[in-house]
């Protein structure tokens, strides 16, 4: 049986990550053609799967080559990129530019037999986690559900917003890290302190994954009036220090969703 080739125009953090999810499927041996645009990372993944991956000459190459086409390119150079290329009608795109709507891409590349828009993170290298699809196209289903849990929105605004929960990232793992830094500091060794403290907020997500919104918002509530954990709510609370991560998202929304009607 023949796979269809997986091309990536661009080969950044998130296109290396999808690279590397669907080298690891081997249920699925998607030949996968990187462009050049990150030489590095490119050689990297290359030299890692030689017998998979191939190292295009040129971003015209890779559409050249490419049955499925993933367009992992900043926003910021995405009309000049997609426009300096020549796509074919029958392949298959699907955009990662985080605040480009599809009809803006239509635009720059032309007729294409279909298109969609992803928002995958950098824990889809090891076939983890959620995956922002739109529209719910099920032929994007059945080649990406196999590396990760596929998400599935009828709204582009939607997928915005999932996609501004994933500006969190960068600050779980920096209030984790603090906890881990206290816990050393007070004689923890490390490597202990970060093991407990990740684990148990691995534990404490899976918990939330299992719960419904309703039981979510009681595990919320649930804790003994004057224990330890209602002391801490208490003084985050009287700081109003829980405000600011919402808060937080209302420039990210309005980057995201400048060219989305809603």
């Not at 953090?13 to 030489?39: G, K, M, V, W």
């Amino acid at each position: 049986m023949s796979y269809p080739t997986i091309g990536f125009i661009g080969c950044g953090t998130i296109a290396s990550a999808l690279a590397t999810a669907f080298c690891q499927d081997e249920s699925r041996p998607y030949p996968i053609l990187l462009s050049p645009r990150n030489a590095e990372k490119a050689a990297a993944l290359q030299s890692r799967f030689p017998k998979r991956i191939r190292v295009a000459g040129s971003m015209q190459e890779v559409l050249d080559g490419a049955d499925w086409v993933f367009l992992t390119i900043l926003p910021q150079v995405g009309e000049e990129v997609c426009r300096s290329l020549r796509f074919r009608p029958e392949q298959k795109v699907i955009n990662l530019m985080t605040d480009i709507n599809l009809p803006q891409i239509r635009e720059w590349i032309g007729p294409t037999a279909l298109l969609a828009h992803l928002v995958p993170l950098s824990f889809v290298a090891v076939r983890r986690g959620p995956i922002v699809l739109y529209p719910p196209l099920p032929e994007v289903e059945e080649l990406i559900q196999p590396i990760g849990d596929v998400v599935a929105v009828d709204d582009r605004y939607h997928a915005a917003v999932l996609a501004a929960v994933t500006a969190y990232v960068a600050s779980y793992f920096i209030l984790t890290q603090q906890i881990v830094d206290w816990a050393s500091s007070l004689g923890v060794p490390e490597d202990t302190a970060k093991d407990y403290t990740t684990r148990m907020f691995a534990a404490l997500a899976g918990q939330g994954v299992d719960a419904t919104p309703e039981r979510l918002r009681e595990l919320a509530e649930e804790m003994t009036p004057g224990g330890i954990n209602y002391m801490v709510q208490k003084y985050i609370r009287e700081k109003d220090a829980f405000a600011p991560w919402t808060e937080a998202m209302e420039a990210v929304m309005a980057r995201l969703c400048k060219n989305i009607p809603h």
